[in-house]
């Protein structure tokens, strides 16, 4: 347990911010599952209308470092060749 007046507000600061990232992350993996679930069910013109709607939230969530740069990129490339694989 903390027992400096200091150590106590980081960990209550530290306690808001996960709070705040883990429905940050939740809303992401929600995005994500709805574009999977257009792919999964082979309809192109929805996955791509899914997959517009979650890059911007992808980058956003990216953009305050509740998902790095790298893994935000990569999940849009992932998700965009299983899109185009679609479309073959």
């Given at each position: 347990m903390a027992n400096s007046k200091q150590?106590?507000?980081r960990a209550r600061q530290a306690?808001?911010?996960?709070?705040?990232?883990s429905s940050?992350?939740?809303?992401?993996?929600?995005?994500?599952?709805?574009v999977i679930k257009a792919i999964d069910g082979g309809d192109?013109?929805?996955?791509?209308?899914?997959?517009k709607a979650a890059q911007?939230?992808?980058?956003?969530?990216?953009?305050?470092?509740v998902l790095s740069?790298?893994?935000a990129a990569r999940l849009k490339s992932r998700l965009n060749?299983?899109?185009?694989?679609?479309a073959a």
């Amino acid at each position: 347990m903390a027992n400096s007046k200091q150590a106590r507000k980081r960990a209550r600061q530290a306690e808001q911010r996960r709070v705040l990232k883990s429905s940050q992350r939740s809303m992401v993996r929600t995005y994500v599952k709805r574009v999977i679930k257009a792919i999964d069910g082979g309809d192109h013109a929805q996955a791509m209308d899914a997959f517009k709607a979650a890059q911007p939230v992808i980058d956003r969530i990216a953009d305050k470092d509740v998902l790095s740069k790298k893994k935000a990129a990569r999940l849009k490339s992932r998700l965009n060749k299983r899109i185009k694989a679609l479309a073959a």
